[in-house]
């Protein structure tokens, strides 16, 4: 028991001495941000919790889908999105990043 306790904390304390010598250079990726017709309702209630690239890491998605995050976002985690700009965000997201289908 005592050697496994051991081997455990050797292990998890001789992390701390890795070194690297050259800079670690952290990749820069950017998102394409398409402007349009709601955008400005994106801006203002998407975007004060998520970076543009969780929005695109979605994928294309169908109407439905971008409804129900919507809704998720105000039902489960409180967002204050009012339905006129829960309906501009669908629609936006739909039209610039959307597969076409409805469902």
Known sequence: MIQKIT???TLAVSALF???KDDIAVPYIPYEIKMGKGFDAVQ???LMCHSFGYIINQGP??????VKKTEKMVVHF?????Q???DKINDYLYK????GELK
């Open 7 to 9: 081997l455990i904390t």
């Open 18 to 20: 890795a070194q690297v």
């Open 44 to 46: 203002a209630n998407c």
């Open 61 to 66: 998605q169908s109407k439905e889908f971008w």
């Open 78 to 82: 409180k967002a204050p999105i009012s």
């Open 84 to 86: 006129e700009d829960q």
């Open 96 to 99: 610039y990043y959307g597969n």
